[in-house]
């Protein structure tokens, strides 16, 4: 059952968006019982809201919703970074800054992240972002979700068995 | 004041010494040679490199000057060639003094200077032969003179309008006069002198001399007044503006006047009063006269002292389509007896005029003034040019003359049938033309006499090539198509610069690098090789023929275009019956490929490599160093076969009829290659050697056995034959056996006492019954009638196919006895070995006990060796459906024509070249018995592993003959082991491999193999070949195999008899290894393979495992597995979890300091956690697989490479390194690609070979799904969406 812990699940919008909070530990969240902590979610970038050294937030469209997604900037400043070693900082640091410039209004993203929850909606607060440039990837993504949703989530899905 | 003392030589002592002299030590700066008129060319072909550029022939050396200041006194005359007693005939200026008389040119001529007693300071003398009788003569260039006594008193009556004034009588224009007799206006242009025959009533016929001089005058009423002449004294430059010179009138110097050639032929453009002239109509032909002013005894010519070049304004725009206009130029050459010139190295002027002579002080290095000449851009495809036609009207002065030691250019005119020719054609056609001969000339020196090409002796090779084209475009306006036959040294020479061209142009290059070459660094055992680059050129794209000769090049030991100049790689698909003696064209369907390395800015040196030219035609200087890039020529196998075609020449039919009697049926199965070390020593030349089995199959070609009957048919009466034959086969179909001796000897093939007849229906009902039932036919020898058609021949015979084995179990799927035999060719019987192709048959005609007959038919164990001499005819074979002769049109005249195959279909076939288009011999059968010859051929064709265990017996060397790759041989130094196989693939990359470096990996890696030690020392090359979606590695050793020509990238090619290597998909070349080359992508010039898989399998080297590719599983999935076994999955790369860094100088595999490493550290193994969504594994691989997780595309080292290469700077591109950290934090930003791995679960022994290393750099091994990677490659995504798509079906149907 932990097995999806840590794994990026691939969750269509209206899948994701309908995940729960887990009402002991509000950072995980679980889909049918199984509880999630990553995922993972392929579409057009419909929005953007850059906040220069604070975040960009954007949404992702996969044609069955739209996730609300996170993307930190301030490693630089923020305190939480402060007793990390630098060099790693700054390497997040500039890698955030190089997502925060690919994600641009309609180019197809495959983002992941963490499963986080702000002000009571579900959002992913991005880890890495890659741009798609293979339209076929978003066809794939939706039969990647299918598939798992059926052969592999399914499995652990407490309320099915 | 001059210290030395002053020498005065005569003209005779010049002569006497017969030596080319220059006597300028007298010219001061003070005093200019001669001021050049800036005369303008035409804008249109950027002549503005006006800079006059020095001849650069090397071997031209400047006149020799003579030591002290030199003078010459004598008389400057008119030409004399009117007198009859003269020794010169030409229209030059004549110098004379008491001792002698010689031609000269003067730079700054003065018409007072003419019978005047002159002193030449500064000049240059050139002995010259003259007249027929070859009398000692010489040629004097004037640069500087002087009056030698005062000049006298002006005697020209209108000395304040002429700087110059000409009079046969007195100088008396007078006002008033008759404006019949005179003309003002511009000199337009002028004729050569020429002789017309004159009948002058009582004294019988003389000759007239004369020459024609075209003047624009004006027609105001000023101009025609009578006062024309006192008005002239007070013209202006501002009055001469109101003049419009537009009417053309012709005056026509004869007589006495005709000497006046060389002055008037130096005032063209200038404004000239003319007086003494009478008005004559002159008939030009039978119907047409012509108003002409012709000049009297009193005639006088005034040249205006103004305005000099001004009246003529030629400012029409030259677009190169025949108009007039002047040009100024250096000569930097003269070819072809002096009928071609080449001036300012590009431009060539065709001086081919019968009647135009030239000064002789034309000369290689003088700057002339071209009036009145021809432009005209032929808009060659082969090259780019200039073309200057003289004619007429044309007339050439010299502005300045040479310094060097170049000899003058007397034109000989010859009558020739040739000559005549080339004067009948328009300039573009007359270079193109003389081109021809040229290059005709340089390509049979030594092996057709001069006659024999030129002509007049059966015509000639060139004149029947010449007529040809003269239909088709002499008369056209257009020459772009005529094409060139160019000498093979000229042909690379082209190849070079046009090499050279693409890499030149930037902006070419980046496209260039962009369509074909933006490869990324092959990466290969760790280390990343640069990609070749390809061009291909089509011969009819550059409209280039080339012809030669086939030989074996002694030294690569390669089939090689040849001619006196010089050879050429080709790559083509001979008949069998070829007559290597025979001059081979190259024209239609030929690719001319070029491959190199991208090159280094030092190559690029522009001076060495020059396009095509007309001077590298013309003369025999060509670059001495050559380019680093392999040339070769390629023909196209198309729906027709243009190989033994000639577009000129009339070959008589290469015809090789088949004589009657029997044939045996080869099947080729093998060449052995020539050995590389005889091939060096030409004296030690072995034999050759070649692996075929006889298929039981004879064929009999009627005739022998029934020789009184008439058994061929022409194909006028195919129809008939056919009609017969079909007649017979229906009647078969209700006849009984005991009717076919009738039948037979209705088409003679029944003969008493021949064992053909009788057995023929028979054998086709019986063979009906195999066809049908699928069975053996037994108890009947199969015999089966057919139509043979040879090439070139135009008529069929009838023949038998005969079933050699008493025994036959013919059927498909049945296994026939194989009767194998080693064929052997003499040194001299190359040619025979090279056109056989391995897989295709062959007819070898029966001899009197015949090795072929007496072959045993045991299975394993019998080989006999047949001795292949030159008198063996081996023919190529084809069988065909005798229904497709029947439904094409048969008065086709070439039986050939009619299979049906589209150009597609040959081209894509592959492997299965369209034999019935290139073999020899067409052998028709019923399409029914078509499908069982093609099963019995086929039984051998493409099956080698039957064939191992014996070929092993050939080899020596007990090799293991085990296919599976063995793990646990990573001994130190194992054998190599499997099988010898054939594999036929798609050559998708080739580098330079040293021995060390090929397959050898720094520890023994689980997979990995190792070299055989007996290949180390020599340098090698890996050939990565894309086999059924896969890429494998073939190790070549150059130093002991011979490749084909055109093993290179995009090629198909079959590698025969190599051996599997212990690894995977590693194989190595054999001495009996034979490579062909099958087709090659490149045919079409352009490289649509690129994109499908040179980033797929040899960016990210894919290589799963030989014997199953797993499908894409999840990692859930995996987790249920038990045991290893293969698999794929698709997953993204999550956090590294473990990359080793090793410094790259510390293992011996990477000391070679190879330029293409990409950076001074090595990663021997990584680990990488990856997640598909379902669950997350640890894959590990070694630094190939780390890099492509990685996503290390060695993007960054080509563009500093390049950078370096082309001088330029792509930082902007690319960003600079500053370290290695820095690097490596570059590389770690990029993984996250969804990327498919190929690999297994790791069993115990490398569980416990990774925890041993773990351990020592204190890391454990991480508690997920370990994975050893096999292969890493790029994900299709669609291929995977079907997929998944598929499987959700099949899910949804279950439920």
């Not at chain 2, 005093?31 to 060319?41: A, Y």
């Not at chain 2, 290469?654 to 080869?666: R, T």
């Not at chain 2, 999955?1129 to 300091?1153: G, P």
């Not at chain 2, 050893?1268 to 079906?1289: P, Y």
């Amino acid at each position: 059952m932990q097995a999806l812990y840590n794994t990026h699940v691939k969750l269509l919008a209206f899948d994701f968006l309908a995940l729960s909070p887990n009402p002991k530990d509000l950072s995980s969240f679980s889909r049918k019982g199984t509880p999630l902590s990553r995922a993972e979610s392929v579409g057009v970038v419909v929005t953007r809201d850059l906040k220069p050294g604070k975040f960009l937030r954007f949404t992702i469209d996969d044609g069955t919703g739209c996730i609300p997604c996170v993307l930190w900037l301030n490693q630089l400043t923020s305190s939480y970074f402060s007793k990390r070693n630098p060099s790693g900082v700054r390497l997040n640091a500039q890698m955030a800054l190089k997502f925060a410039s690919e994600i641009q209004l309609g180019v197809v993203a495959r983002v992941r992240g963490r499963i986080t929850g702000y002000r009571g909606l579900v959002q992913i607060t991005v880890s890495d972002v890659v741009l798609e440039t293979d339209p076929n990837a978003q066809v794939l993504h939706w039969l990647d979700c299918v598939r798992l949703a059926r052969k592999c989530y399914g499995k652990f899905c407490k309320s099915c068995s | 004041m001059e210290e030395e003392k002053t020498i005065v030589l005569t003209i005779s002592d010049l002569v006497q010494r017969a030596r080319p002299l220059t006597a300028a030590s007298s010219l001061v700066p003070s005093r200019p040679i001669s001021i050049l008129k800036t005369h303008k060319n035409p804008d249109d072909y950027h002549r503005q490199k006006h800079s006059f550029r020095i001849c650069q022939d090397p071997n031209a050396k400047t006149l020799k000057p003579l030591n002290q200041p030199t003078l010459l006194t004598g008389t400057l005359t008119l030409p004399s060639f009117s007198v009859r007693d003269s020794p010169i005939k030409c229209n030059c200026f004549q110098f004379s003094n008491d001792s002698a008389t010689i031609c000269c040119d003067v730079l700054d001529f003065d018409s007072k200077m003419i019978d005047r007693k002159i002193q030449i300071r500064a000049w240059n003398f050139f002995p010259l032969k003259c007249g027929s009788r070859g009398v000692n003569s010489g040629f004097l260039e004037i640069i500087s003179w002087d009056f030698f006594e005062a000049c006298g008193e002006n005697v020209c009556y209108l000395s304040d309008f002429s700087s110059f004034c000409l009079t046969l009588g007195a100088c008396d224009a007078k006002d008033g006069s008759k404006t019949s007799g005179l003309i003002f206006g511009v000199i337009e242009l002028i004729s050569p002198v020429t002789i017309v025959p004159c009948a002058t009533g009582e004294t019988g016929s003389r000759n007239v001399s004369g020459f024609l001089v075209n003047v624009l005058v004006c027609q105001c009423k000023f101009c025609s007044s009578k006062f024309l002449v006192s008005e002239l004294k007070d013209l202006t430059e501002e009055n001469v503006k109101y003049h419009c010179f537009s009417k053309k009138v012709i005056v026509y110097f004869c007589g006495l006047t005709s000497l006046w050639y060389p002055v008037v032929s130096r005032f063209i453009g200038s404004i000239v009063l003319l007086t003494g002239l009478k008005r004559k109509l002159v008939f030009i032909s039978n119907e047409e006269s012509q108003l002409m002013h012709v000049t009297t005894d009193e005639v006088s010519l005034h040249i205006a002292k103004l305005f000099k070049g001004r009246g003529l304004i030629h400012d029409t725009h030259i677009r190169g389509k025949g108009e007039c206009g002047s040009y100024t130029g250096v000569i930097t050459g003269f070819y072809m007896q002096g009928m071609v010139v080449e001036l300012d190295e590009d431009v060539v002027l065709l001086l081919t005029d019968q009647h135009l002579t030239v000064p002789h002080s034309v000369r290689v290095g003088a700057i002339v003034t071209l009036k009145n000449v021809h432009f005209v851009d032929p808009k060659f495809r082969w090259g780019k040019m200039l073309i200057l036609g003289a004619c007429c009207i044309t007339s050439v002065y010299v502005e300045s003359f040479s310094p060097l030691e170049t000899g003058c250019h007397l034109k000989l005119h010859s009558q020739s049938l040739l000559q005549k020719f080339i004067d009948s054609l328009s300039f573009a056609a007359r270079l193109w033309a003389l081109l021809v001969v040229s290059c005709f000339r340089k390509k049979f020196a030594g092996i057709l006499s001069e006659k024999e090409i030129l002509g007049s002796k059966h015509q000639g090779v060139l004149l029947e090539f010449c007529k040809h084209n003269l239909c088709c475009g002499a008369k056209e306006a257009h020459y772009g198509h005529l094409r060139l036959v160019l000498p093979i040294a000229n042909l690379i020479n082209y190849c070079e610069a046009s090499w050279k061209n693409i890499l030149d142009d930037q902006e070419n290059f980046s496209d260039f690098l962009g369509c074909t070459t933006s490869r990324k660094p092959l990466s290969c055992g760790g280390r990343s090789y640069m990609q070749s680059i390809i061009r291909v050129l089509r011969t009819e794209e550059i409209c280039v023929i080339v012809l030669g000769t086939l030989k074996m090049s002694s030294s690569s030991g390669r089939l090689q275009l040849v001619d006196a100049t010089g050879g050429v790689d080709i790559m083509l698909d001979l008949p069998a019956t070829w007559d290597f003696d025979r001059i081979f064209e190259v024209a239609k369907d030929f690719r001319l490929i070029m491959e190199g390395m991208p090159p280094k800015l030092v190559d690029l040196d522009s001076t060495i490599y020059r396009p095509l030219s007309c001077r590298s035609i013309f003369s025999n200087v060509l670059p001495l160093t050559r380019m680093k890039i392999s040339t070769y020529l390629y023909h196209c196998k198309t729906d027709e076969d243009s190989r033994s075609r000639s577009l000129f020449f009339d070959w008589e039919g290469n015809s090789q009829e088949l004589d009657s009697g029997k044939f045996h049926l080869l099947m080729l199965t093998h060449k052995f290659p020539v050995q590389k070390k005889f091939r060096k020593d030409l004296g030690k030349r072995s034999n050759m050697f070649a692996q075929a089995i006889v298929l039981p199959l004879d064929l009999l070609v009627a005739g022998k056995y029934g020789d009184a009957v008439m058994n061929t048919v022409t194909s006028g009466h195919l129809m008939d034959s056919l009609e017969i034959f079909t007649r017979h086969e229906k009647h078969h179909k209700r006849s009984k056996i005991e009717q076919t001796s009738v039948e037979a000897s209705a088409y003679g093939l029944n003969d008493g006492g021949n064992g053909l007849s009788g057995q023929f229906s028979a054998s086709c009902s019986s063979y009906r019954n195999s066809c049908t039932e699928h069975t053996c036919v037994s108890n009947h020898p199969l015999e089966l009638s057919c139509l043979i058609a040879s090439k070139g021949v135009n008529c069929y015979c009838m023949g038998v196919l005969h079933c050699t084995n008493e025994n036959a179990k013919i059927s498909c799927g049945c296994k026939l006895p194989r009767k194998k035999v080693l064929l052997e060719f003499g040194p001299d019987n190359f040619c025979k070995y090279e056109v056989l192709k391995i897989g295709r048959c062959y007819l070898v005609k029966h001899q009197e006990d015949d090795m072929l007959c007496s072959i045993k038919e045991n299975y394993q164990v019998s080989r006999a060796k047949v001795y292949i001499s030159s008198e063996t005819h081996i023919r190529s074979l084809a069988f065909s459906s005798i229904e497709s002769l029947q439904s094409s049109d048969v008065s086709d005249v070439f039986p050939f024509h009619n299979s049906q195959i589209s150009s597609d279909e040959v081209i894509s076939s592959g492997n299965g070249i369209d034999s019935k288009i290139y073999s020899d011999v067409s052998v028709f059968v019923p399409y029914s018995a078509l499908n069982l010859l093609e099963n019995v051929t086929k039984i051998w064709d493409g099956s080698p592993f039957e064939e191992e265990p014996d070929v092993h017996d050939h080899v020596g060397p007990v090799i293991n003959a085990s296919m599976q790759s063995s793990r646990t041989s990573c001994s130190d130094y194992p054998l190599p082991e499997g099988n010898l196989i054939t594999l036929r693939g798609l050559v998708v990359a080739l580098h330079d491999c040293s021995g060390d470096a090929f397959p050898a990996q720094p520890k023994p890696i689980i997979g990995e193999g190792y070299l055989p030690m007996f290949l180390e020392g020599n340098g090698g090359v890996c050939v990565h070949v894309l086999v059924d979606n896969r890429t494998v590695r073939i190790f070549c050793d150059l130093s002991k195999q011979t490749y084909p020509v055109g093993l290179g990238r995009d090629a198909y090619a079959t590698f025969h008899r190599i051996l599997v290597l212990s690894g995977q998909n590693k194989y190595m070349m054999m001495p009996v290894s034979f490579i062909t080359i099958d087709d090659t992508s490149l045919m079409n010039g352009n490289l649509a393979y690129e994109s499908n898989y040179a980033y797929g399998t040899v960016g990210l080297i894919s290589v799963p495992t030989p014997n199953a590719i797993a499908t894409t599983t999840l990692i859930s999935d995996a987790l249920q597995l038990s045991e290893p076994k293969p698999m794929q999955i698709r997953c993204r790369v999550v956090a590294v979890y473990i990359l080793v860094v090793e410094k790259a100088r510390t293992t011996a595999v990477f000391q070679s300091s190879e330029p293409s490493i990409p950076s001074t550290f090595r990663i021997p193994f990584a680990g990488f956690v990856m997640d598909d969504g379902s669950s997350s594994c640890c894959v590990w691989g070694d630094s190939e697989r780390a890099a492509a997780f990685l996503g290390i595309e060695p993007k960054e080292y080509l563009l500093k490479d390049s950078a370096e290469t082309f001088g330029r700077s792509k930082a902007s591109k690319g960003q600079p390194y500053r370290s290695n950290i820095s690097h490596l934090n570059q590389i770690l930003e990029k993984h996250g690609r969804v990327v498919t791995i190929g690999g297994s679960l790791m069993d115990p022994k490398a569980s416990s070979w990774l925890e041993e290393h773990l351990t020592e750099l204190d890391v454990a091994v991480p508690p997920l799904l370990n994975i050893w990677a096999t292969s890493v490659s790029h994900t299709d995504m669609l291929a995977e969406a079907r997929d998944i798509i598929q499987e959700l079906n099949i899910i949804t149907a279950d439920i």
